[in-house]
């Protein structure tokens, strides 16, 4: 039996109670489900030739940035209109093209800061009409990030969109204490330490608040968690802080399940495999992986023309002759196909480090 068997569609786009079950099913069997920040058709499929080849599900995300980009860098987006704009067209490439591959995919989107809300609110706008056309929401899920703000606005405010989700079954990922470091042109690198861990009671006041709304909802509660890279020993991680989060918030609903809430993992690029496996043990279904493909994906571009630097100079012209071509080098559709390559291999990487190769 795999992952497969639980879901009722078993590829393309999941969503509401498929997602629910995808995730049970992770908390079960002791893995998560990376989630790729995409920014283009090659960033996706990317991905999910490695979640199919690994075997896997796989979420698919795109950041307030990364829907703008899919739009193009020369789309006006002072209102955020690219950023909707991208993230919709996004949305249904990934749709037109996730069954290809023969693997469940769970379309999402990244940190919603307060002062992108309009964005959120316009996807949720697509999410509604397109429920109206199709029974069901153009993403799987959405993440709104208030943990910079104070707690009970953000409470306040998750519930809010939550209760909008909620009738179309649509999963909602919150995050209460703050991820340190850069992602997005958001910057938590001045924050104080003291912000980055979360407390146990903050859970269950969220969770306590939420569930009565939908039961389709995440947590990333803060661990000491940091975007980026950096060298090690510079970021403190304390995954066995979310297993006192379970926990408590298990003695305090006397729930039968040791693992009550679903967690998420940010900043988890250039954490230790120990830190993936114990964060994945005390109910993380899903980490966050940005930086280290992006690097990855440079790597197969930059490899490939430094090695081929004298063939991509001029169109015609290279040591085999004057007057032989280069068009097989500098077709975008060969070094770009590079960089997919080595996106792909690290995606693969995360796949294996977090248990999900195999589980479908």
């Not at 999941?14 to 099913?25: E, P, Q, R, S």
């Not at 795109?62 to 209102?79: E, I, L, P």
């Not at 959120?120 to 069901?136: I, N, S, T």
């Not at 990030?145 to 939550?162: H, I, R, V």
């Amino acid at each position: 039996m795999g992952a497969k068997d639980v879901l009722s569609r078993k590829t393309g786009v999941i969503v509401g109670d498929d997602v629910l079950k995808l995730f049970n099913y992770a908390q079960e069997h002791k893995f998560a489900i990376p989630a790729i920040n995409v920014t283009s058709s090659s960033t996706v499929v990317a991905s999910l030739e490695a979640a199919r080849d690994q075997k896997s599900p796989i979420i698919l995300q795109m950041s307030n940035g990364g829907g703008a980009y899919f739009a193009g860098k020369g789309v006006k987006n002072d209102k955020n209109q690219a950023s909707i704009a991208g993230s919709i067209a996004g949305a249904h490439y990934i749709r037109s093209i996730a069954p290809s591959y023969d693997i469940p995919v769970i379309l999402h989107t990244d940190h919603c800061a307060k002062k992108l809300l309009p964005w959120l609110d316009g996807m949720m706008d697509a999410d509604e009409a397109y429920m109206k056309e199709h029974g069901e929401p153009l993403f799987s899920s959405h993440m709104i990030d208030l943990s910079e703000e104070e707690k009970d606005w953000n409470l306040e405010t998750t519930a809010k969109y939550l209760k909008r989700a909620a009738p179309m079954k649509q999963w909602l990922e919150m995050e209460i204490g703050i991820t340190g470091g850069e992602e997005d042109g958001v910057n938590n690198e001045d924050v104080d330490n003291n912000s980055l861990y979360t407390q146990p009671e903050d859970i269950y006041d969220i969770y306590h608040t939420l569930s009565k709304i939908s039961p389709y909802f995440s947590i990333a509660a803060g661990f000491g968690n940091v975007h980026g890279v950096y060298k090690p020993g510079n970021v403190k991680l304390h995954p066995e802080l979310l297993g006192k989060h379970q926990a408590y918030v298990k003695d305090k609903i006397n729930a039968k399940e040791d693992k009550p809430v679903f967690l998420v993992f940010h900043g988890g690029s250039g954490s230790s495999k120990k830190e993936y496996k114990d964060a994945i043990s005390y109910g993380v279904v899903k980490v966050n992986l940005d930086t280290d493909l992006q690097f990855a994906y440079l790597a197969g571009i930059r490899d490939f023309v430094l090695k081929n630097k004298d063939y991509v100079m001029t169109q015609v012209g290279n040591p085999d002759g004057e007057d032989k071509p280069n068009k097989k080098f500098f077709d975008p559709r060969i070094w770009v196909r590079e960089g997919e390559k080595t996106m792909s291999a690290r995606v693969a990487e995360g796949l294996v480090d977090f248990n999900t190769a195999g589980q479908l």
